[in-house]
């Protein structure tokens, strides 16, 4: 099994700030398994923001590109979302994730809202 649990979210102000961090657990989880971050706004499909490799190698969602960055503590087993340039358009539910064989492992989720 692999827990995920996230925080960070908040409320922030168009142009803010904020670095989401999900920390993972479970006798399953894999230190340097990929990892990705998900979100997903009201009445929309839940869309892939950010992924980083076991290599560390990272990707972005074109909308968040130069804007996010996603990392990863092995040590503390914990991956970062950091987020600049808020938009009211990121707001959203955000989710980590990671897949252990055929199982897909989700977080709660954690609020963020950019808005005036």
């Known amino acids: 099994q692999v827990q995920l649990v996230e925080s960070g979210g908040g409320l922030v102000q168009p142009g803010g700030s904020l670095t989401l961090s999900c920390a993972a657990s479970?006798?399953?989880?894999?230190?340097?398994?990929?990892m990705y971050w998900y979100r997903q706004a009201p009445g929309k499909l839940r869309e892939l923001v950010a992924t980083?490799?076991?290599?560390?190698?990272?990707n972005y969602a074109d909308a968040v590109k130069g804007r996010f960055t996603i990392s990863r503590d092995n040590a503390k087993k914990t991956v970062y979302l950091q987020m600049n340039s808020l938009k009211p358009e990121d707001t959203a539910v955000y989710y980590c994730?990671?897949?252990?064989?055929?199982?897909?492992?989700w977080g709660q989720g954690t609020q963020v809202t950019v808005s005036s």
């Open positions: 980083i490799s076991s290599s560390g190698s990272t």
């Open positions: 994730n990671t897949i252990r064989g055929s199982a897909n492992y």
């Open positions: 479970g006798s399953s989880f894999v230190v340097d398994a990929a």
